[in-house]
């Protein structure tokens, strides 16, 4: 018997005498999106998501009111069991995004299972003499069906296949710690390190472009990157292009999640015009651990020996020393000459009151 695999969308084909399909979701965690292949089950009394899942994508699990036993049709309790917490997950299925809530188990053969609750509030409608299932309700009509009815499927086994190979490629992207690269123009060039200890790998550009005098421009480098798990890239000056033409980096902090192309600002600090060839080094990329933290409000902060208000340079902060060099200016002549005798400035030098 065969299972089937379809991307959800208006109909979906099934097989005859089968009891679920697989579908094509996204759901969205605190870090990161993740592609999976869903079952949907009418047997199933409850959604559920696997507790193993939900740990390694960072989604955000709760402590259920009470806890329950899972049993299987008869009556038998199941080693998905107990649920201790429920998840509440913005998932997306075609072009509809809904925020799904989940019973956490054990599931040993699929990361996520859609059940009767899922399928009652989408109107599900499913034909197994035509070997199609329907979602009809208002709420799917008006966003789920907002692209055209084409259905891709595959077998079960293809896509339980997929989803290892997604938890496989997830499992090594952590381990991985190099730099992946994407070369979107045929001419444009790979980092490269100029000494194995390097902290930055050079970028290059794959054009050439003017830096006009004391101004600045935005140079294509050609590629686009993914940073290692837990860092994202920076971009810094090349130290002879700043010792030798003064051209400094402008910006340059690439979010793990961007894909885009690299773009580098680059800054002309001479009163000189610099020409930028194509293929030349320009900027260096530097991948950067992050630290996630959450900002929250506080009525006031912890007391340091650091003072909150920020003086001005040579400004004196000692009330008797204010007192002091005023009455010391007060005494000397103010002729328009002071500045020329010798007397005044030795006074001057000797007794101007130091600040410290």
């Given at each position: 018997m065969r299972n089937l695999y379809a991307a959800l969308n208006n109909t979906e084909t099934l097989d005859n005498e089968n009891d679920h399909?697989?579908?094509?979701?996204?759901?969205?965690?605190?870090?990161?999106?993740?592609?999976?292949?869903?079952?949907?089950?009418?047997?199933?009394?409850?959604?559920?998501?696997?507790?193993?899942?939900?740990?390694?994508?960072?989604?955000?699990?709760?402590?259920?009111?009470?806890?329950?036993?899972?049993?299987?049709?008869?009556?038998?309790?199941?080693?998905?069991?107990?649920?201790?917490?429920?998840?509440?997950?913005?998932?997306?299925?075609?072009?509809?995004?809904?925020?799904?809530?989940?019973?956490?188990?054990?599931?040993?053969?699929?990361?996520?299972?859609?059940?009767m609750p899922w399928l009652k509030q989408h109107s599900s409608r499913i034909d197994w003499g035509q070997g199609k299932i329907t979602f009809e309700s208002e709420w799917c009509t008006t966003w789920c069906l907002k692209e055209s009815p084409t259905v891709y499927a595959i077998r079960e086994d293809e896509a339980r296949e997929e989803n290892l190979k997604a938890e496989f490629g997830a499992t090594q992207s952590k381990k991985d710690k190099r730099i992946q690269v994407k070369l979107l123009d045929p001419q444009a060039k790979l980092p490269t390190r100029g000494l194995a200890k390097a902290a930055g790998h050079d970028l290059y550009t794959n054009e050439e472009r003017t830096i006009p005098a004391r101004g600045q421009e935005v140079v294509t480098t050609g590629i686009a990157i993914t940073p290692p798990e837990g860092t994202c890239g920076r971009i810094a000056p090349l130290s002879s292009l700043a010792v030798k033409h003064q051209i400094a980096v402008n910006a340059g902090v690439i979010d793990s999640d961007y894909t885009g192309e690299i773009k580098v600002v680059l800054a002309n600090m001479s009163d000189q015009d610099y020409q930028i060839r194509n293929g030349?080094?320009?900027?260096?990329?530097?991948?950067?651990?992050?630290?996630?933290?959450?900002?929250?409000?506080?009525?006031?902060?912890?007391?340091t020996k650091r003072p909150t208000k920020i003086w001005k340079y040579g400004e004196v902060h000692n009330t008797d020393l204010r007192d002091q060099r005023a009455s010391f200016w007060k005494v000397l002549p103010t002729t328009r000459h002071n500045h020329r005798d010798p007397q005044i400035q030795q006074k001057r030098r000797t007794n101007k009151p130091r600040i410290g």
């Open positions: 399909i697989m579908v094509q979701i996204r759901l969205h965690g605190t870090k990161r999106q993740v592609m999976i292949n869903a079952m949907i089950d009418w047997l199933a009394t409850e959604d559920f998501i696997d507790k193993g899942f939900c740990s390694k994508y960072n989604i955000r699990t709760m402590q259920a009111k009470t806890t329950r036993e899972v049993c299987l049709a008869d009556g038998q309790p199941s080693a998905m069991g107990p649920i201790t917490h429920t998840a509440k997950v913005p998932m997306d299925i075609c072009s509809l995004r809904e925020l799904a809530t989940f019973q956490v188990a054990k599931l040993p053969n699929h990361e996520v299972i859609l059940g030349e080094r320009i900027a260096q990329l530097i991948a950067e651990t992050i630290v996630e933290r959450a900002c929250y409000q506080v009525p006031r902060l912890g007391e």
